[in-house]
Each structure stands twice: as structure tokens, then as C-alpha cells.
């Protein structure tokens, strides 16, 4: 039972780049999420995906797109990568609506 | 604008003291308050929450203090163990619309 899944762990990008960020659960949830985390900011959500099919504007949604592929897996993409999107990005996922998220190990990115 | 506040950015405790970590909230329609706890290089865990409706919480060394009218919530730990050491987010939740909304984060250190 691997819980929240992303990969990759690590990625460099240049400016203008595109790559997608991948996250998957096995826990049968129906939400799901992506928090970006930046140092004296908290996490911020960007996007989240109450059930399969739907997705969701959070705080911060400008510069990235999200598919919610199937009821595993939520991907985040960066069509073209800036360096104020350097960020340690985690997936989350809950199965009810007040149950608490789990989350993932995070993927640290950095634009340069 | 921060809906979640936590305004101490790092707390030093002795071991088997009580640490208190402080959060504030400005927005009165949150259902459920949590706290995470965050290791480096890993995704928050859940640690612990309360209810809107309620005032207290505890769950072994964990206690989570709730007050509505100062829109203030503490997480107690007693005793504390080096172990404890980690950063805790506090994170609240708005059930109409899914959303859970942290704080920026307290660094605690619990020396031996």
C-alpha cells in the first residue's frame, strides 16, 4: 500500500519549458489535490479535483493546467515553466469530505 | 490574504516540556481546524483536529485548543520529545466547498 505517489522527485527546468508533474493514489479516494509549499508562505493550493471528471480552481491556479485522469491519478502540468514557479509541489488526496488529506513526498523543482 | 496565520516562524523547547504552537484564523466559516506535522524531504501527516463546535481535543501527548471568539486555535504537546521535532502546519477546512486552506508553518526544535 504505496498511499500518495508522485514523481518526479527532482527537476531542474530553463525558462519556457514544459514538463507534467505526475501523482497517484491506491487509496480508492475521490479527492484529490496539488499544493505548492514556498518558504514563509505555507502550501497553497492550486488546483484540486473533488471526484473523477471535475477539476477546480485553488488559490494560486495561474501558469499550470491539471487532468484528472482517472480516479488514481491527477497530473499537474507547466506549459511554459517560469522561475517563479520554483516550488516543492505535493499531491494530496482525501476519501471523504472532512477526512484528513494524505499526502505525498513532494517533487522539489526549480526554473532557473 | 492569509486566512490561516501562524506568526511564530520557529519554537526551541527543552524535552519534556510543553511545547504550544499558536494559529489564527479570519474567516468564520471554517468547519474543522487540523494540524500536520512535516518532516524534511517527506509530505505532511495528518496529526491531529477539532470540530468548529467544539473546544478541545486530545489525542495522547497531543492536545488542540479551539477558541471561536478570539478565532484562535494551540496545539499543546506534552511532554515533548526530540522527536517531536519537525515543522506543524495548522490548516483549516470550509466543508461547502472542500477546500482546506494551512498557515505558513511553525519550525519546531526540541532539544534533549
Known amino acids: 500500500n504505496a498511499g500518495v505517489t508522485q514523481t518526479p522527485k527532482f527537476q531542474v527546468l530553463k525558462t519556457g519549458q514544459s514538463m507534467t508533474l505526475q501523482c497517484a493514489q491506491d487509496m480508492n479516494h475521490n479527492s484529490m489535490y496539488w499544493y505548492r509549499q514556498d518558504p514563509g508562505m505555507g502550501l497553497r493550493l492550486i488546483y484540486y479535483s473533488a471526484s473523477e471528471g471535475t477539476t477546480d480552481k485553488g488559490e494560486v491556479p495561474n501558469g499550470y493546467n491539471v487532468s484528472r485522469l482517472n480516479k488514481r491519478e491527477f497530473s499537474l502540468r507547466l506549459e511554459s515553466a517560469a522561475p517563479s514557479q520554483t516550488s516543492v509541489y505535493f499531491c494530496?488526496?482525501?476519501?471523504?469530505?472532512?477526512?484528513?488529506?494524505?499526502f505525498g513526498n513532494g517533487t522539489r523543482l526549480t526554473v532557473t | 490574504d492569509q486566512q490561516v496565520k501562524q506568526n511564530s516562524p520557529s519554537l526551541s523547547v527543552q524535552e519534556g516540556r510543553i511545547s504550544i504552537l499558536n494559529c489564527d484564523y479570519t474567516n468564520s466559516m471554517f468547519d474543522y481546524f487540523l494540524w500536520y506535522k512535516k518532516y524534511p524531504a517527506e509530505g505532511p501527516t495528518f496529526l491531529i483536529s477539532i470540530s468548529s463546535i467544539k473546544d478541545k481535543n486530545e489525542d495522547g501527548r497531543f492536545t488542540v485548543f479551539l477558541n471561536k471568539s478570539a478565532k484562535h486555535l494551540s496545539l499543546h504537546i506534552v511532554p515533548s520529545q526530540p522527536g517531536d521535532s519537525a515543522v506543524y502546519f495548522c490548516a483549516a477546512l470550509n466543508l461547502l466547498n472542500g477546500k482546506l486552506t494551512f498557515g505558513q508553518g511553525t519550525i519546531l526544535t526540541v532539544h534533549p
Open positions: 494530496a488526496s482525501s476519501g471523504r469530505n472532512n477526512s484528513p488529506l494524505h
